[in-house]
């Protein structure tokens, strides 16, 4: 999944504003941890409590960013932002992926829950 | 293997996109491919095993196309992700030109 803004400021507000703990409390979550050295921690505070894990993995300054992104009950999968100057302002890439293809599949397949509690129906029948 | 992970295959998934424009022959599709043309059965074979696609006879030959109802769930679900990192980008260039005001 790829999404790409333009933002009409340099790459170092920009940068500013997306490595800065209070500017990310702002537009992203509250943050528990935060340490921009690659293989340093980003921890941060969802609403429901649970804290979302993210480890550098590759950083330049004012031009990318790397993250292994690990929600609460999800495999980790990469969130990438790429800065580029344009004109005035700043192109920013996000990619996000390698996304667990089993979370997709939990989506995907409603049926396939549905013949899961069948199963489970079936075996309290069989049981009883 | 899951249809997520039949996808993932560089080869399939520009198969996908030939079906997408529209139906096709196996020996159509093979002509995009350097691949020998077993080896595009082989995977036409997988994405039919997974629903992606279906076939109909026409004559001797057998055309391919998408079946479209796994790739929209796939696409829904997709969209959740679009959506949060969507609002979150909005709201970081909120956060920017706060950040510009302060100073």
New interface residues.
């Given amino acids: 999944?790829r999404?790409t803004?333009y933002?009409r400021?340099s790459p170092d507000?920009?940068w500013?504003?997306?490595t800065d703990a209070s500017?990310i409390a702002?537009?992203?979550a509250p943050v528990h941890d935060l340490d921009l050295a690659p293989g340093g921690n980003l921890e941060l505070k969802l609403d429901s409590g649970a804290r979302l894990l993210a480890r550098v993995r590759a950083v330049q300054t004012e031009r990318l960013l790397e993250l292994d992104w690990t929600p609460p009950g999800e495999e980790p999968s990469v969130v990438r932002f790429e800065l580029t100057p344009d004109g005035d302002g700043t192109v920013?890439a996000?990619d996000?992926r390698l996304?667990d293809?089993?979370?997709?599949?939990r989506?995907?397949?409603?049926w396939e829950t549905h013949l899961t509690r069948l199963d489970v129906l079936i075996g309290e029948v069989e049981a009883r | 293997m899951?249809?997520?992970?039949a996808l993932?295959e560089p080869t399939r998934r520009r198969i996908i996109e030939l079906l997408a424009e529209q139906e096709r022959s196996a020996g159509e599709i093979a002509s995009h491919f350097p691949t020998s043309r077993p080896g595009i059965s082989r995977h036409l074979r997988v994405l039919r095993e997974y629903g992606l696609v279906c076939t109909r006879g026409d004559g001797q030959r057998r055309l391919y196309s998408l079946d479209p109802v796994?790739l929209q769930?796939?696409d829904?679900?997709?969209q959740?992700?679009?959506r949060f990192?969507?609002n979150?980008?909005d709201?970081?260039?909120?956060?920017?030109r706060?950040?510009?005001r302060a100073t």
């Fill in positions: 999944m999404l803004r933002y400021a507000e920009v500013a504003a997306i500017s702002r537009w992203l920013l996000l996000h996304i293809a089993r979370v997709g599949m989506a995907m397949s409603r | 899951n249809a997520l992970e993932a796994p769930e796939l829904e679900w997709l959740r992700y679009r990192w969507d979150r980008l709201a970081l260039d909120t956060e920017i706060r950040r510009r």
